[in-house]
C-alpha cells in the first residue's frame, strides 16, 4: 500500500510565499514523476507543476516564474515553493506521484488526500 502525505497548507495575504511538502511512503520499487495540482471551486483539478527523477521539471503557465518545485528522490519526497501567491492561487492543493511497486508492476497514480491553500488580505 502507498501513502502520499501532504503538509503546509494554509492562508496566505497577496504577495506571499508557502511551502507545500509531500512524502510518499508504503511499497514503493520506483517512482517516475512526481507532482502537484490543484482544484479551485466549480472547477476541475488541473496540473500545477511536475518533476521527473529530480531535474526536468514542466510548469502550468499560469505559475512560471512564482513556483519552483523539487524533489528528493532519495526521500521520495517532493515540495512546491509557491512565491508570489495571487488569490487565483486559491484552491485544494494536491500531490501525485506515479510509480511501481515492484519490477513488474505497471506504474499507476496515486494522489494525496489534498491541502488547502488560500490567498487573500
Known amino acids: 500500500q502507498v501513502q502520499l502525505v501532504e503538509s503546509g497548507g494554509g492562508l496566505v495575504q497577496p504577495g506571499g510565499s508557502l511551502r507545500l511538502s509531500c512524502a510518499a511512503s508504503?511499497?514503493?520499487?520506483?517512482?517516475?514523476?512526481m507532482g502537484w495540482y490543484r482544484q479551485a471551486p466549480g472547477k476541475q483539478r488541473e496540473l500545477v507543476a511536475t518533476?521527473?527523477?529530480?531535474?526536468?521539471?514542466h510548469y502550468a503557465d499560469s505559475v512560471k516564474g512564482r513556483f519552483t518545485v523539487s524533489r528528493d528522490n532519495g526521500k521520495n519526497t517532493v515540495s512546491l515553493q509557491m512565491n508570489s501567491l495571487k488569490p487565483e492561487d486559491t484552491a485544494v492543493y494536491y500531490c501525485n506521484a506515479n510509480l511501481h511497486t515492484t519490477r513488474w508492476a505497471p506504474g499507476r497514480d496515486y494522489w494525496g488526500q489534498g491541502t488547502q491553500v488560500t490567498v487573500s488580505s
Open positions: 518533476i521527473i527523477s529530480g531535474t526536468s521539471s
Open positions: 508504503g511499497s514503493i520499487y520506483n517512482i517516475n514523476v
